[in-house]
């Protein structure tokens, strides 16, 4: 079964730490990660894609196909990374649905 | 450009109606999603159109259904309206099928009563 998993609902920080966002994905053939994130009062919008293996906003994410996960990850984080983050996944082996995880919030307390 | 507008913003309807929600996609985009985001949910996807076709579909009953217009904007349709279908409606656009690069509108709030 296609599935994508965010085990938290919530992550708090403080500025200046470090931050990881957990996603592990079930996907039976090739898959395209995504995360994508929502700001307060605005839109849904990606934030990365791991086969651009860029560095968004100071975040990163390195697909693991061994542990199956696409953490997302900021050394040093700044309140105004607080949203609702989403990570997704699609099949490359067809139109580009997304399957989404449930979300996590993430609030950064100054 | 206004990005992916949607239509309208908030609709209340009970049990047994029909609702037609419509998306105008991003200028230059010929593909259009629909997602469905249930309270403290992910966005699922319902279906997506191209060229004026269904081309992939969800997991949703044919309650749902959908149309695109020759100007690539599009609309989605629920028959039969369940209290379960009280959820933000979401529509994504993107330049071609294959890509995973979505731009979502800000979304339609049903709620079913």
């Known amino acids: 079964a296609q599935r994508v998993t965010q085990p938290e609902k919530l992550l708090s920080v403080f500025k200046g730490a470090p931050v990881e966002l957990k996603c592990n994905y079930s996907?039976?053939?090739?898959?395209?990660l995504f995360w994508y994130v929502q700001y307060s009062r605005q839109r849904l919008q990606l934030l990365l894609r791991?086969?651009s293996r860029e560095s968004i906003k100071g975040f990163t994410a390195d697909l693991n196909k061994g542990e199956t996960s696409f953490h997302l990850k900021k050394p040093f984080a700044q309140e105004e990374d607080s949203a609702m983050y989403y990570c997704?996944?699609?099949?490359?082996?067809?139109?580009?649905?997304?399957?989404f995880g449930s979300g996590t919030r993430l609030l950064v307390r100054p | 450009d206004a990005g992916v507008t949607q239509s309208p913003t908030h609709l209340i309807k009970t049990r047994g109606q029909q609702v037609t929600l419509r998306c105008s996609p991003k200028?230059?985009?010929?593909?259009v999603s629909w997602y469905q985001q249930a309270l403290g949910q992910g966005p699922q996807f319902i279906f997506q159109?191209?060229?004026?076709?269904?081309?992939q579909r969800g997991n949703f009953p044919d309650r749902f259904s959908g149309h695109q217009f020759p100007n690539y904007s599009s609309e989605l349709n629920v028959n039969a309206l369940l209290l379960g279908d009280s959820a933000l409606y979401l529509c994504?656009?993107?330049?071609?099928?294959?890509?995973?690069?979505?731009?979502f509108g800000e979304g339609s709030r049903l709620t079913v009563l």
């Open positions: 791991h086969i």
């Open positions: 997704a996944l699609s099949g490359r082996d067809s139109s580009y649905k997304l399957i």
């Open positions: 994504a656009s993107s330049p071609t099928r294959n890509t995973g690069e979505l731009f």
């Open positions: 159109y191209y060229e004026e076709e269904e081309r």
């Open positions: 996907y039976s053939g090739s898959p395209e």
């Open positions: 200028s230059g985009h010929d593909t």
